[in-house]
């Protein structure tokens, strides 16, 4: 099955910094989806992009399908930024295929 | 209008206990997945109900299973509990054609002692 990995396991920024979270896949998918996990447990969703970019605030995600890996930026980092960052991919069906995380922390 | 919702959201049980998790998924869709995360394994799925069907497994042992109700309403069952299966059961709801945007509830953490 499709293989999802995720880089940089651990992120350390100063509150401020820029940072790109990297998500490679191993087949084509038809869904890719980028999550934020909150410290109890629940999985917000930050961005639907099987292809192209998108914008949200301070977040934006671009996927380029054809290389299979997507990318997500997160701008003047602030402190609530915090947290684990997932990615998961779909090939077919409601699977998703998560990659082991980013962990991130914002210092003030 | 209203997320996923699961329940309960904490249980604590002994081995051998069996359990049941529920899950309400946003109003209009019509598939629910449940999903597993673990320290050691991540975040792994179970399987996936659309219209009272599992239309998808993933590799999990019989002791887990689950069932969808006529309202898309979704429970999973875990028999025989192990000391293993303590754990984060989170569950996503879509509208279920494929490749749906999927949403996640707030998860249930079952402790097994």
């Known amino acids: 099955g499709i293989q999802v990995e995720q880089s940089p396991p651990d992120l350390i920024l100063q509150e401020g910094a820029n940072s790109t979270l990297r998500c490679n896949f191993s087949d084509s998918v038809n869904n890719l989806q980028w999550f934020h996990q909150n410290p109890w447990g629940q999985l917000i969703n930050l961005f639907y992009?099987?292809?192209g970019t998108k914008q949200n605030g301070r977040l934006s995600a671009t996927t380029v399908a054809t290389e299979r890996y997507s990318l997500l930026y997160i701008s003047s980092s602030q402190t609530t930024d915090s947290g684990v960052y997932f990615c998961?991919?779909?090939?077919?069906?409601?699977?998703?295929?998560f990659g082991a995380g980013t962990i991130l922390r914002v210092k003030s | 209008k209203a997320g996923v919702t699961q329940t309960p959201r904490y249980l604590i049980k002994t081995r051998g206990q069996q359990v049941t998790l529920s899950c309400s998924p946003i109003?209009?869709?019509?598939?629910v997945s449940w999903y597993q995360q673990t320290p050691g394994q991540g975040l792994q799925f179970l399987f996936e109900?659309?219209?009272?069907?599992?239309?998808n497994k993933g590799n999990f042992p019989g002791r887990f299973s689950g069932r969808q109700f006529s309202n898309s309403r979704s429970e999973m069952n875990v028999s025989t509990l192990e000391l293993g299966d303590s754990a984060l059961y989170l569950c996503?709801?879509?509208?279920?054609?494929?490749?749906?945007?999927?949403?996640f509830g707030p998860g249930t953490r079952l402790t097994v002692l």
């Open positions: 996503a709801s879509s509208f279920g054609t494929e490749n749906n945007e999927q949403f």
């Open positions: 109900y659309f219209s009272e069907t599992q239309r």
């Open positions: 998961a991919a779909m090939k077919y069906g409601n699977k998703l295929v």
């Open positions: 109003s209009g869709h019509r598939s």
């Open positions: 992009i099987p292809s």
